[in-house]
Every structure is written in C-alpha cells, then in structure tokens.
C-alpha cells in the first residue's frame, strides 16, 4: 500500500518563493506542465491579496520570464508563468547534488499540492513505497531543510485540520492563544492584525478561509447528512 506525506521544503531559491515573500498577503499554489522539457511551465492559483503587488511580484521575479493572467473568479486568480531558469540553473548554488535532483524524476511518487510560501514549499504527495519516500525525503534533508508534517497509509483518514497554509494555521493558533474565540472575548480582531503584521481585513479573510477549511475536513464529510 502506498504513502501519502506531507511536509515542508524549506529552500528559498525553489521557484517563486520570493513572489510569495513580496506578497505575504496571498496565497499560492503552484502546478507544473511538465512536457515542456526542462522548464516545466508553471501554473499558479493565487487567492487574496492585492492583483497589482502580485502581477508587479510575477514581473520583477526572476525566476519568471513572462506571465499571464489566465483566469479569474472573485478574489482568486490563475496564472501561467514561464521559467526564466531550468531546475538546475535555479537551484545549482543552493544545493550539491544536481544528479541527485534529476534522479528525483524516477521516484514513484506524484507531488499532488504545491503551496509556495515564503522560505519554500509545503508539499502533498503520494509515494508507492517506503523506499520511494525515503530516496525523495533524503536528498531533500541532504540539501535543504526538510519537515516532514504527516505520513499515512494510502487509505488512511487525515486528521481533522489537514490542508490548511502556513499562514491559516499561524493565524487560527494566535487568535486562539491570545483569547479571541473566547467568550467573552480578550483580544480583537485588531490586535491580532498588529501581532501578524497586517490588515484586519486580511486577518478577518484568512480566519473565515481556515475556519472554513475545518468545516470541510470535519462537520461537512459528515454521512449521513445531521438531522435537521
């Protein structure tokens, strides 16, 4: 039976991570085409934040040769980016074994959610066996700073919560700490906004998107549907 993980690459020259950084106010998941040779194109949901810092973000990159704008649907996004660099270019300073990164394209595993964040990626992925998740986890811990989250059995249920971005979980876990879901509450939505460094808009829409998240990993999967 296979495996399925999730963790953290933390290596900030993998692709984007410094649009992530220039735009902590989205989020962003990225796909890959990749029969497009050595620079797989690049596909990029984004919700949130501002379009103008996030277009400026895409143009300025380096990483990123040209864009496009392919999609739209209220405040999410989709776009097509085309590599300035190839894997090895990109990621040849940052770490030693080259050979061992194009070997990684044999691993029988399918990389199913990227989220691109500021120092890296988070990752959710599928692998045949220990062994594939093991050659693809130590070339990562030899290179960057790898985190493993969660490993099951393909099968196996997730725990409640699973799914949620760095920035969700960050910002659940520091309102719930600092009393704000308590009743009566201790602290406002503002003063969460200050600890976090931004909006309380932006908080107000990161904690409806991780509350909803919750709903849809616990109350929603609920079978039959609850009696009225």
């Known amino acids: 039976m296979g495996l399925v993980a999730e963790f953290d690459i933390d290596c900030q020259a993998l692709p984007l991570t410094g649009v992530a950084t220039s735009t902590t106010e989205a989020t962003f998941e990225l796909e890959m085409q990749y029969n497009?040779?050595?620079r797989p194109v690049f596909l990029v949901t984004v919700q949130g934040?501002?379009?103008?810092?996030i277009e400026a973000a895409?143009?300025?990159?380096?990483?990123?040769?040209?864009?496009?704008?392919?999609?739209?649907?209220?405040?999410?996004?989709?776009?097509?980016a085309f590599p300035a660099?190839?894997?090895e270019e990109q990621l040849g300073d940052h770490i030693d074994d080259l050979t061992g990164l194009e070997t990684l394209a044999t691993v029988d595993a399918i990389i199913e959610q990227?989220?691109?964040v500021s120092r890296g990626w988070r990752q959710t992925g599928w692998f045949a066996d220990r062994a594939a998740f093991t050659e693809f986890s130590s070339f990562w811990q030899r290179n960057a700073d790898f985190r493993l989250h969660r490993?099951?059995?393909?099968g196996e249920s997730e725990p409640a919560g699973d799914g949620l971005t760095d920035r969700q979980d960050e910002a659940l876990r520091i309102a719930y700490e600092r009393g704000y879901f308590d009743i009566p509450r201790q602290a406002s939505l503002e003063d969460i906004a200050v600890e976090l460094d931004i909006s309380p808009s932006s908080l107000s829409e990161r904690l409806r998107r991780a509350q909803t998240?919750?709903?849809?990993?616990?109350?929603a999967t609920t079978w039959p549907p609850l009696p009225d």
């Open 85 to 87: 660099l190839s894997f």
């Open 114 to 116: 990227i989220d691109v």
């Open 49 to 53: 934040g501002s379009q103008t810092d």
């Open 36 to 38: 497009h040779g050595k």
């Open 58 to 80: 895409l143009t300025e990159a380096h990483d990123v040769a040209e864009w496009a704008l392919v999609g739209q649907a209220g405040d999410t996004r989709r776009y097509q």
């Open 213 to 219: 998240r919750l709903i849809e990993e616990t109350v």
């Open 151 to 154: 490993l099951t059995r393909d």
